[in-house]
């Protein structure tokens, strides 16, 4: 509703007639008090002009109005300590499990089973992010990964030991990652905020890539293997701090159907069922995966082919971090010079193009080239900005938490198995064929993609289309 303007009331005089003085015995009603400091209506008129109203600070605008929001910052901090403190300790965790048996194929593992477990934790514990208060999912989240990371510690831990509490933290990062993702659309709502929070979060991830494992470098040059670990477990714990006493607790977005482990097995599996079973949720989805699936070639194969053309070894840590460089720039123009109606706009031509850049490879370019084709490659990924506001418009609330879980486990996954197929292929075939394949093969995916999410946009199919078997509540809000 539009403000009511403060000389609403006035009424026009006919022009030309004078204003005739109120007579002497007739006592004008005095102004109402929250009109007091308005001319009174019959006075007689004055030289100066309409006051004009009191200009306003304008309110802040893009980034800098996510983070006037005080639980956001909460947030932000805890995002950024705990990720810190995950990527110091795979790397320092991947050095102690070598000096522990020598074994390169083990040390590999380790960060293997950083990604594999995600598709089980995202798929069988999902309900978890819509069953209970998302600030307590947070919380106990994180103080479970400090309790494994502590674990790792006891130098009386075998090396399966520590594998397997790899593997458990691995699979409570996407409930942790998904309810986080549900809850920012309780503190900043389900528009523009929402998508430039969740912006400053990848923009963050990417950043910590680069800047964890030179911090981790660092540490290991001055402390154990288990002493670089140590740090991860006091990130963790300032984590659930902050998320503990920097959000509001808000209650839990879908009823418990019953209680026990099987209950809840239950709601997570039914949960994927219905966000995969609608059509519309389904291509989001993947449109989200396939693209990052075939992305991941040039970084998987990055040392190979530094090898191949001859480069120098300080090229290996150009190769790795061009495509991050890319992706945080785009995402940072795109966020702030571009309004939500452009970013919509440009999410399908950019998420159908994006992997074209990687098609350079095929000319088995040298080190400057490769470099600028990571960089755009890198920068095709900001269409997910907009591809953000889509997601949550097109997912019910009660599902929010387990459909951003099983998103996360997903994602996660599919990079790995895009790494693990990379590497495969370039057994039998030349590095750079394999990366300009990807860039193919990925872009064929994304077109078919792009086509089924305009096919699947709100007023372009029926109802019964868009649940494609999935129940009613699905698609009708």
């Known amino acids: 509703m539009a403000p009511v303007s403060p000389h609403a009331d006035r009424q026009p005089r006919p022009g030309g007639h004078p204003r005739t003085p109120p007579a002497p015995a007739a006592q004008s009603p005095a102004p109402p008090p929250e009109r007091a400091a308005l001319p009174d209506p019959g006075s007689a008129p004055t030289l100066r002009g309409p006051v004009a109203p009191k200009s306003e600070p304008a309110a802040p605008r893009g980034y800098r109005a996510v983070f006037a929001v005080a639980e956001f910052r909460a947030v932000f901090a805890a995002h950024l300590l705990s990720l810190l403190g995950v990527v110091v300790s795979e790397l320092a965790l991947t050095v102690l499990v070598y000096d522990l048996t020598g074994s390169p194929l083990l040390s590999a593992l380790t960060f293997a089973l950083g990604l594999l477990p995600y598709i089980v934790g995202g798929t069988l514990f999902a309900g978890v992010a819509d069953r209970y208060p998302a600030r307590r999912v947070l919380v106990v989240c994180d103080l479970l990964c400090a309790a494994c990371v502590a674990v790792m510690l006891v130098p009386a831990t075998p090396v399966a030991g520590l594998l397997a509490l790899r593997c458990l933290v691995a699979a409570i990062a996407p409930v942790f990652t998904g309810t986080r993702m549900a809850a920012l659309t309780d503190i900043l709502g389900e528009g523009d905020l929402y998508v430039l929070g969740r912006s400053l979060l990848r923009i963050v991830s990417q950043s910590a890539m680069l800047i964890g494992f030179g911090t981790g470098g660092v540490l290991l040059t001055v402390l154990s293997p288990r002493g670089a670990i140590t740090v991860t477990v006091v990130t963790f714990l300032c984590s659930a701090v902050l998320l503990r006493f920097g959000t509001q607790d808000r209650p839990a977005r879908a009823t418990a159907t019953g209680e026990g482990g099987g209950a809840l097995l239950k709601e997570s599996l039914s949960g994927a069922r219905l966000v995969l079973g609608d059509r519309r949720i389904r291509a989001l989805m993947l449109l989200f995966w396939l693209p990052a699936m075939f992305v991941v070639a040039p970084e998987a194969l990055a040392a190979p082919y530094a090898d191949a053309i001859g480069a120098p070894p300080a090229a290996l840590g150009l190769l790795l971090c061009a495509m991050a460089v890319g992706h945080i720039g785009a995402e940072l123009f795109v966020g702030s010079a571009l309004s939500p109606r452009n970013r919509s706009r440009i999410v399908l031509p950019v998420a159908a193009v994006g992997l074209l ?37 097109a997912v019910p609330q009660e599902l929010r938490g387990r459909a951003m879980t099983l998103l996360t486990a997903g994602l996660m996954t599919v990079q790995g198995l895009g790494m693990a197929l990379a590497g495969l292929a370039a057994e039998f075939f030349p590095v750079h064929q394999v990366v300009a394949g990807s860039g193919i093969i990925g872009t064929v995916c994304a077109l078919l993609l792009v086509a089924e999410v305009r096919r699947t946009a709100p007023g372009q199919m029926s109802d019964t289309e868009g649940r494609d078997g999935a129940d009613r509540h699905v698609t009708s809000r």
């Not at 990687?358 to 900005?385: E, K, N, Q, S």
């Open 357 to 393: 850049p990687l098609l350079v490879y095929a000319a088995r370019p040298g080190l400057p080239l490769a470099l600028a084709a990571l960089a755009l490659a890198g920068a095709g990924a900001a269409y997910v900005i907009g591809l953000d506001q889509w997601f949550v418009d």
